[in-house]
């Protein structure tokens, strides 16, 4: 007879945290569907859900430690790795000083219980202000806005789709990603839903995308242009009469800076209609609750801060923020911001040493890495430790940083595969997989759609010789103290030793969610393993916020100079997009359902089917090249060069091309990265320019990057 049972646990492949029931047969995974029961989820599932059981039964996931022997790798001891990596580490900082050693912190860390509350112990131990992560190719641009308007980095309010009326999405397509800064599983539902009871979504994007495609309105805008359309709808807003909650102050500065940005300078830059964008300002004023919501395609993009900016400020100004079915904050169980778990954030402390961009909460921007590397003199990064990230893929100029990392002392990746980044370590430290470890989501908890608590048991007993990320973490930063010759304070011991799960029990028991009148506790979440729901979203301003005087100042300095460096030539901008030659093209993103960053492309699961790695280009751009649908093309920008096979689609407005990020794995260079065959495709980001950045804050511009196209 075999042995079927059914266990609960969590998907952290992408920021939905669906539950997910899992039939095991024999010990071994013979189904995952969506878990019903989960309050928060519903019973969705994606494909790379479906996919979790490929990645757990991956031959190519890493279980030992590597060391590299010129181009193979050879298996070493967990006593013999750290001791090794930490004696490395210990040598350059003492020799070079603190700096030397450079950390890039990678995606999945904010999906691991384990890499927040041990793995940025070990980044604190590191203590080098060389430190990048992926949120510089991302989200960086929202925590700048909160920390500047609300007081704290990770105060991020999100959409309260289950009650809106008019959602406005910009740069987003959660059809394809399932939402972003925004924990919103089963957005297809959430939608279906507003549409019954009236509402409307409106999607702001170049492309006519999966999200576009349902929407109740699409407006297409030129890639890095949408800071024209924002800014004009904050002037329409405050021509019509602005309704700013009490606690908001600078409503008249605003007014004065936003001025120049008429929505006919929209039009003219952006190519929305300047009626389009004042009844967009209309509608949003006047709609009963409204919420505004910007993701990748405005903040990494030329002007990702002042975009973001201005979207929290329409929210403002329309009176939907923190209003139900408006752009609301979480009440989470464990609440990262108000118990100071997490930093408020702090901007230009330090500047990195070969361009002077500023650092934001303790991190340089990640396009800055390659050349920190290179560039000689005090402070050159000559050691790297990477965690769960890849950021040869996944960072502009990926070639020059695979070319870089070449040339360090020693590099050390926390990492469960050799992917185009760790392939250059000189050891891989590889952590237990996701169904193998106990999980509760810090992070995501604080940025979904309803407010609930969810822990999941690891689902497998681990291999007896695997580590979990946390205690790789704890091991290493112990040894990294001694080997540097210094004492570990007894505050940091403590952490350390405690596991993330009796971490989480504590919080759990000091927070403020109760059910039935108690405080939450791991035993509690145990006995529910959907998670407890905690009700739907509330008002929690002005009380939440953590400025001093509990008020909000809509004249953030930062954005005021930003907005007077644009106002300066608004005649001249006009007249470059005017004059603009009919032959540029600008290359953005695009995710697909099944891809994951750069990682997953060799799972069955998630590798059969059509190809999806070309580049999409408008029909009129091919024709005017003459370059025939599906042909090889060569695709040149400041930065590089790729040939890749084209795709005609009139989802890309004229003018714009379109390719997937996180491709061109399985073969790099000659060295074959893994086992499994890998799915076909270029990578973008050999394309995007370190170069180029976000005004403000430095984050990666991989949306809007000028190239040309011809036929290979
Ligand atoms: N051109 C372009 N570039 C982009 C983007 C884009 O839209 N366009 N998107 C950007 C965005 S939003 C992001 S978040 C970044 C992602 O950038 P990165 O985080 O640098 O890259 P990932 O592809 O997510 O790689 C994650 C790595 O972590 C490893 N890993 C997975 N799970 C674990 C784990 O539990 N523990 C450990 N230690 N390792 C693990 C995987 O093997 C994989 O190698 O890419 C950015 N780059
Ligand atoms: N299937 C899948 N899901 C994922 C991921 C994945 O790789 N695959 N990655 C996860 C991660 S780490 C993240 S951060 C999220 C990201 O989630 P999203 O932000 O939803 O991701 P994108 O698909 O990059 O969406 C960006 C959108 O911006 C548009 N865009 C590009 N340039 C501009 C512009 O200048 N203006 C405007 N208005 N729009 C523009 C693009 O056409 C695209 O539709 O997805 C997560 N979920
Ligand atoms: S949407 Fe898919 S990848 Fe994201 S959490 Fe749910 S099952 Fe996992
Ligand atoms: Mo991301």
Request: proline share 7%.
């Amino acid at each position: 007879m075999a042995q079927v049972s059914t266990r609960h646990t969590a998907c952290v492949l992408c920021e939905a945290m669906c539950g997910l029931e899992v039939t095991v047969t024999d010990g071994e995974i013979s189904g995952i569907r969506g878990h019903r029961g989960d309050p928060l989820s519903r019973g969705h599932i994606c494909p790379k859900g479906v996919a979790l059981q490929d990645l757990h039964a991956d031959p190519d996931r890493l279980r030992r430690p590597l060391r590299r022997r010129g181009t193979t790798w050879e298996e070493i001891g967990w006593d013999e790795a750290i001791p090794l990596v930490a004696r490395r580490l210990a040598a350059i900082q003492r020799e070079h000083g603190r700096d030397a050693v450079g950390v890039y912190l990678g995606n999945p860390n904010s999906h691991s219980l384990g890499a927040l509350t041990h793995g940025i112990q070990l980044v604190r131990t590191i203590r080098s202000k060389n430190s990048f992560s992926a949120t510089s190719v991302d989200q960086l641009p929202h925590h700048v806005v909160s920390w500047g308007l609300y007081g704290h980095q990770f105060l991020l309010p999100v959409p309260d789709i289950d009650r809106t009326d008019l959602l406005v999405l910009i740069g987003h397509n959660p059809m394809a990603s399932n939402g972003s800064i925004w924990t919103v599983p089963d957005f297809p539902a959430r939608r279906r839903a507003l549409r019954e009871r009236g509402g409307r979504l409106v999607v702001i994007d170049p492309r006519r995308t999966e999200t576009a495609k349902i929407a109740d309105a699409h407006h297409r805008v030129r890639p890095g242009t949408d800071v024209w359309v924002l800014l004009a709808i904050v002037r329409e807003v405050c021509a019509l009469g602005p309704r700013p909650a009490a606690y908001v102050d600078g409503v008249e500065t605003v007014r004065e800076a936003v001025a120049p940005f008429t929505p006919e300078v929209a039009q003219a830059l952006s190519g929305m209609p300047a009626a389009t964008v004042r009844e967009l300002a209309a509608a949003l004023l006047g709609a009963r609750s409204a919420a505004v919501h910007g993701r990748m395609g405005v903040s990494t993009q030329a002007h990702g801060v002042l975009c973001q900016w201005a979207i929290q400020v329409i929210n403002l100004l329309t009176g939907h923020l923190d209003q139900p079915g408006g752009l609301m904050f979480t009440s989470p169980a464990i609440d990262l911001a108000g118990r100071g778990l997490m930093g408020a954030g702090h901007y230009g402390a330090w500047r990195s040493r070969v361009r002077g961009l500023p650092e934001f909460g303790g991190e340089l921007p990640s396009s800055v890495l390659a050349e920190e590397i290179t560039t000689p003199g005090p402070g050159q990064i000559r050691g790297l430790v990477t965690i769960a990230g890849n950021p040869v893929s996944s960072t502009p100029g990926g070639r020059a940083l695979d070319a870089a990392l070449d040339s360090l002392d020693f590099m050390v990746a926390i990492d469960i595969y050799v992917n185009e980044t760790t392939r250059h370590a000189d050891v891989i430290l590889p952590p237990t997989g996701p169904l193998e470890r106990d999980h509760y989501d810090l992070i995501f908890h604080t940025l979904a759609v309803r407010n609930t608590a969810r822990f999941t048991p690891a689902l497998f007993e681990r291999p007896a010789d695997a580590r979990h990320d946390w205690e790789i973490a704890r091991d290493l930063a112990l040894a990294l103290v001694r080997a540097r010759g210094e004492r570990v304070s007894p505050v940091d011991q403590a952490r350390l030793r405690t596991s993330p799960t009796l971490q989480l029990d504590a919080l759990l028991r000091t927070g403020e969610a109760a059910l039935d009148g108690r405080r939450l506790s791991v035993k509690k979440l145990r006995q529910t393993p959907g998670g407890v729901d905690l009700g739907p979203l509330r008002s929690v301003l002005p009380g939440r916020l953590r400025t001093p005087e509990h008020r909000i100042d809509l004249g953030m300095p930062l954005a005021l100079d930003a907005i007077a460096a644009l106002a300066r030539d608004v005649a001249g901008a006009v007249e470059a997009a005017a004059t603009r030659g009919a032959g540029e093209l600008l290359l953005i993103g695009r995710r697909h359902q099944r891809d994951n960053n750069s990682w997953l492309h060799n799972l069955p699961r998630l590798t059969r089917g059509r190809p999806r790695h070309w580049l999409e280009v408008h029909p009129d751009d091919l024709a005017a090249r003459g370059i025939p649908d599906g042909a090889l093309v060569r695709v040149r920008s400041a930065a590089g060069a790729v040939e890749v096979e084209c795709q005609a689609s009139d989802d890309v407005m004229p003018g714009v091309v379109c390719l997937p990020h996180g491709y061109g794995q399985g073969t790099f260079d000659g060295v074959r990265l893994r086992e499994a065959a890998a799915l076909p495709g270029v990578s973008m980001n050999d394309l995007t320019d370190p170069a180029r950045v976000e005004a403000v804050a430095g984050n990666a511009v991989v949306n809007g990057v000028p190239v040309t196209i011809e036929r290979a």
